[in-house]
């Protein structure tokens, strides 16, 4: 049995590149093999998020790379066996690490950690929709200036892509932006990607109108979402993004056949 009573800026941005990933994610929560890149940006995401708990002239790039090796102790503590399977080979794990660094080196050439006191780090946010639907996900860092000025920041540990690919990652930060509003009843100042992978940054600075928008947005795509929940139709969505999705083998626009749909026992909105 499964619920759609709440949407992650990730679930959504499944559904517009393929309903079904979006069914065989959210519904039936089929396991993936665990991904080099996605474990990477998540020992990445623990040591920034820890820098800060560093008194603010310790904040150097010296005490980030210190704290690689108890962040990757913790994470395999927490999951040994995907850390076994990812890494193998201490070579392998040594390569982590210099990729890890050169990440966290790519941050210190963007920005001075020793100047910032961050309000939240990776902080679960929520906020309904007046359909009730719960809008949720995590926020990499929250910074309040001394005038009041809320900023949102995501760290992202890939190279910034060309206008024409970035819809997902801004989608997300306008998504955050309105859980924002919706919570708060407070405008975002500022909304801010750290692309590590090209030691680059996306700021924007989103309007009245764009919060209404994303909601507009983001209802329109709930519509389409329960739609396909009602009639059953989930739709596959060829696309060259199709070679890195772990579930390919199953879907029928390559020839497979994907299990049945889980029944489907709450629908937000309906």
């Known amino acids: 049995m499964a619920e759609l009573l709440a949407l992650s800026p990730s679930r959504a941005n499944d559904f517009v590149q393929c309903p079904l990933k979006f069914r065989l994610r959210t519904l039936d929560r089929l396991p993936e093999p665990p991904s080099e890149a996605a ?38 503590e927490k999951d040994p066996d995907t850390v076994a399977e990812l890494f193998p080979r201490p070579d392998q794990v040594v390569l982590l690490q210099e990729q890890a660094r050169t990440l966290l ?8 950690p020793d ?24 926020v990499d860092r929250t910074d309040i200036a001394p005038g009041g000025q809320v900023r949102l920041v995501d760290y992202k540990t890939g190279k910034q892509p060309k206008p024409q690919y970035g819809r997902e990652a801004d989608f997300q930060m306008r998504f955050y932006a309105l859980v924002h509003w919706l919570s ?74 994907p299990p049945p749909t889980p029944e489907i026992t709450a629908v937000a909105g309906r």
Do not use: M
């Open 39 to 76: 474990f990477r940006g998540t020992l990445v995401h623990a040591v920034l998020e820890r820098l800060f708990d560093a008194d603010a002239p310790e904040r150097t790039i010296d005490t980030a790379v210190a704290g690689i090796g108890p962040a990757l102790d913790a994470l395999r």
């Open 105 to 112: 080196e790519a941050y210190f050439a963007l920005e001075l």
């Open 115 to 138: 100047r910032l006191e961050p309000a939240a780090r990776e902080e679960f946010v929520s906020a309904p929709l007046s359909n009730g639907l719960l809008l949720r996900g995590f």
């Open 184 to 257: 708060q009843r407070e405008l975002v100042h500022t909304l801010q990607l750290f692309y590590l992978g090209s030691r680059s940054t996306v700021t924007k600075r989103p309007t009245a109108a764009d919060i209404e928008r994303t909601e507009t947005e983001i209802l329109g795509l709930w519509d389409q979402i329960v739609r396909a929940a009602e009639t059953d139709e989930w739709r596959p969505r060829k696309s060259p993004l199709c070679n890195w999705c772990s579930f390919k083998p199953i879907c029928p626009a390559w020839g497979g056949t």
